[in-house]
């Protein structure tokens, strides 16, 4: 089977660093990405990681340890508008990709 | 990135009627597409997958004759919603992947599905 867990809700303060963590259990892995996601609005792609390691992207970071099924999105410099759902989504070995639950960040001032 | 226009955003329907949701890739030719449903403040959920000229492969659960996809080109999918019932109400959104199959898939807009 496959399971994707990532915390529901975290909090931040403008300015500051947040990392969110995913880990996950999938039938053959072809690959981790993150997504951010407003309310009402489509999922909006940040990262994808297919071997282990760090990848930075402006403010967005993401890792990925495929021997631990773990990955975190670390966002720097946190803005009011990063307030979004941020969803880890993993391919399995069908190509096929699976969603975790979402993790509501809410910054606040 | 690549652009996917899903049509329309949102509809309203009566019980018991049919919607049809359109999904296409307007700069890129989509050999798979996906639609997911979303309810509120839950992630989404994978419906089905749809590979161009061939049948879509449902997930466990989804009734393939209530929720009928349609994959007949590269550029186009529907998702035809029959004789909807208000449980049917939710964000139903489709993604598009082109010819390499470990890259990300581009979301539609999504449609907000209403039935009253």
């Known amino acids: 089977g496959q399971n994707i867990d990532q915390p529901t809700e975290m909090t931040a303060t403008e300015g500051a660093i947040v990392q969110i963590n995913c880990t996950y259990q999938?039938?053959?892995?072809?690959?981790l990405f993150w997504y951010q996601q407003h309310a009402g609005e489509a999922p909006t792609f940040l990262s994808y990681n297919v071997l282990d390691g760090l990848e930075e992207k402006g403010r967005f970071s993401s890792f990925l340890s495929r021997s631990k099924g773990y990955s975190y999105l670390l966002l720097k410099e946190l803005q009011m508008k990063d307030s979004a759902s941020y969803l880890c989504a993993v391919m399995s070995g069908g190509f096929k990709t699976i969603f975790g639950a979402g993790t509501r960040l809410f910054v606040k001032a | 990135g690549a652009v996917v226009s899903q049509h329309p955003s949102r509809v309203i329907c009566k019980s018991g009627t049919s919607v049809k949701i359109e999904c296409r890739s307007l700069?890129?030719?989509?050999?798979?597409m996906f639609w997911y449903r979303q309810f509120p403040k839950q992630s989404l959920m994978l419906m089905a997958t749809?590979?161009?000229?061939?049948?879509?492969?449902?997930e466990q659960g989804v009734e393939k004759d209530k929720f009928l996809i349609n994959h007949a080109s590269l550029t186009l999918s529907t998702l035809t919603v029959t004789s909807a019932h208000p449980e049917d109400s939710s964000f139903y959104i489709c993604?598009?992947?082109?010819?390499?199959?470990?890259?990300?898939?581009?979301f539609g807009q999504g449609t907000r599905l209403t039935v009253v």
């Open positions: 999938t039938s053959g892995f072809n690959g």
């Open positions: 993604s598009a992947r082109g010819g390499h199959m470990n890259t990300e898939a581009f």
């Open positions: 749809s590979n161009e000229g061939s049948k879509a492969t449902y």
């Open positions: 700069d890129f030719q989509a050999t798979t």
